[in-house]
C-alpha cells in the first residue's frame, strides 16, 4: 500500500484532542448522532510534524476552511485558536518529528438522524489524532503498482472532488478494485477518460524530462501536489498540468505519486505496465523523481510551521 508503514508502540498510549478534550485513544470517542458518523458530513486535513514544525501548515488550514466555507459549516475556531489546538496536542504527546496528523471536523451533534444541516444542535466536532508514522522506505525503493478502476471522478456538479470531505465512497470503492487486482492503489480516470488521480495520492509521469500532471479539475487541490509543481518551475524542470491518456502512461520514462504522508513515492507498475526502464540497484525512482523527491523533502524542513 501507498501508506504502509511500521507499527510504533508509542501509538498505543496517545493523547487524542476530542473537542478540546485531551483523552487517550481507547476513550476516544464520538456521539453516533454526529454528523460525521451519520452522514460523512465533514471535512479533514493529514498533516505531518518535520523537526519540531508542521509542514505547510498555512496551506492545510487554508484548504480545511476553504472547505468549510463551501459546504457552509462553521468551524467555531480561528485558524489561530485551531492551529494552537493542534500544538497543543502535539505538546502534550511530546511529538516533535516522525509524525502525522489526521484533523477531522465535522458538521457536530445531531438531534435526530436526517441529512439536513438544520438538525444539526450542536458545534462541529474537531478531532486531533497525531501518530507516530513514517512511511516505509522498503515500499518507496521498490516502487508501489498502480491499477486502472471503474469507478471515475466526479465532475465539479457532481461531488465536488475539490472538496476533502469526510464522503470518500467512490475513492474507497476504487482502492477495493484495485487490491482485489492486487494493486497497492487505484489509478482514477476523469468523466471523459484522461487520466485524472489515485484514490488517496496524486499522479504525476515523466516523459522526455518533461513532469506531467493532470489539468486538477478532477482532483483534490493537493498541497504536496501543488509544492512539486512549485519546485520544479523554481528549478527549471518543465512541468505541465494537462490532460492525457493511459497510453502516455504506459510509455512513460517514469511515474510517482505525491501526498502529505509519503511525500514522492515512485510507481513500478501500471495495469501490469513495468514503467520505464527497471535500474540495476533496485531503486524504482527514476532520476527526476529522486531529485524532487530530495528537493521536497528540503522544502518540508524549510517550510514547517512551529509555534510561535
Not at 508502540?9 to 464520538?30: D, M
Not at 493537493?222 to 512541468?239: D, K, S
Request: glycine content about 10%.
Amino acid at each position: 500500500m501507498t501508506h504502509d508503514y511500521a507499527d510504533d508502540p508509542r501509538n498505543a498510549s496517545i493523547l487524542i484532542s476530542v473537542n478540546g478534550q485531551l483523552v487517550p485513544r481507547e476513550q476516544a470517542v464520538v456521539s453516533v448522532f454526529d454528523s460525521g458518523f451519520i452522514l460523512g458530513d465533514g471535512i479533514w486535513e493529514g498533516l505531518r510534524v518535520v523537526d519540531g514544525g508542521i509542514a505547510f501548515l498555512d496551506a492545510h488550514l487554508a484548504r480545511l476552511y476553504e472547505g468549510a466555507k463551501a459546504i457552509d459549516m462553521d468551524i467555531g475556531l480561528s485558524r489561530e485558536a485551531l492551529a494552537a489546538r493542534i500544538f497543543d496536542c502535539l505538546a502534550a504527546n511530546g511529538m516533535t518529528d516522525g509524525v502525522h496528523i489526521r484533523l477531522m471536523v465535522t458538521r457536530g451533534i445531531k438531534k435526530t438522524p436526517y441529512q439536513d444541516p438544520r438538525v444539526t444542535i450542536g458545534p462541529a466536532t474537531i478531532v486531533i489524532i497525531p501518530e507516530y508514522k513514517i512511511a516505509s522506505e522498503a515500499k518507496k525503493r521498490a516502487g508501489i503498482d498502480l491499477f486502472t478502476v471503474h469507478v471515475r471522478r466526479t465532475a465539479p456538479d457532481m461531488q465536488d472532488q475539490k472538496l476533502n470531505s469526510h464522503s470518500k465512497l467512490n475513492c474507497i470503492l476504487a482502492c477495493i478494485q484495485a487490491a482485489k487486482a492486487g494493486a497497492d492503489e487505484a489509478l482514477m480516470l476523469d468523466p471523459d477518460g484522461a487520466v485524472a488521480t489515485c484514490n488517496s495520492t496524486h499522479f504525476f509521469i515523466v516523459r522526455g524530462g518533461e513532469v506531467w500532471t493532470s489539468d486538477g479539475l478532477y482532483c483534490l487541490g493537493g498541497i504536496t501536489r501543488a509544492n512539486v509543481i512549485r519546485l520544479c518551475r523554481e528549478h527549471r524542470i518543465v512541468v505541465r498540468e494537462k490532460r492525457f491518456s493511459l497510453t502516455d502512461v504506459y510509455g512513460a520514462d517514469e511515474a510517482f505519486v505525491t501526498g502529505t504522508f509519503a511525500g514522492l513515492t515512485a510507481v513500478h507498475r501500471v495495469d501490469g505496465r513495468i514503467i520505464g526502464t527497471p535500474p540495476d540497484d533496485g531503486d524504482r525512482a527514476g532520476p527526476v523523481t529522486r531529485r524532487l523527491s530530495a528537493l521536497y523533502k528540503d522544502l518540508a524542513r524549510r517550510e514547517s510551521v512551529r509555534r510561535a
